[in-house]
């Protein structure tokens, strides 16, 4: 079992950054896959960015490639989202996830995920 913990969201103005954290309890992260979604106000979950286990290699949505990175820092159990030169369609609430078991189902999808995080709320004004 892994819990998660997201943290970092709250208001800020176009063009600005904000930085979340997602903080793992109860197992270490190298050995799963870590991401983070979003979902806007009567809209589907929409993927963000991915960090794959082991490697750490990652992988983003057109939306946010060139904008955001995922980090994340094994020996502290915390995934970070960098958001830079946010954009008011950027407003949603971001949720961080992780998956341990099968890569059957592509990264890019909530329904392979095992745990997530509560969510925490982005603004962007414009």
């Known amino acids: 079992q892994v819990q998660l913990v997201d943290s970092g969201g709250g208001l800020v103005q176009a063009g600005g950054s904000l930085r979340l954290s997602c903080a793992a309890s109860?197992?270490?992260?190298?050995?799963?896959?870590m991401a983070w979604f979003r979902q806007a106000p009567g809209k589907e979950r929409e993927f963000v960015a991915h960090?794959?286990?082991?490697?750490?290699?990652?992988y983003y949505s057109d939306s946010v490639k060139g904008r955001f990175t995922i980090s994340r820092d094994n020996a502290k159990t915390t995934v970070y989202l960098q958001m830079n030169s946010l954009k008011p369609e950027d407003t949603a609430v971001y949720y961080c996830?992780?998956?341990?078991?099968?890569?059957?189902?592509?990264?890019?999808?909530?329904?392979?995920?095992?745990?997530w995080g509560q969510g925490t709320q982005v603004t962007v004004s414009s």
């Open positions: 109860g197992r270490t992260i190298n050995t799963y896959d």
């Open positions: 996830a992780a998956r341990g078991g099968s890569l059957a189902v592509a990264p890019t999808i909530p329904q392979g995920y095992d745990y």
């Open positions: 960090s794959r286990r082991i490697s750490g290699s990652t």
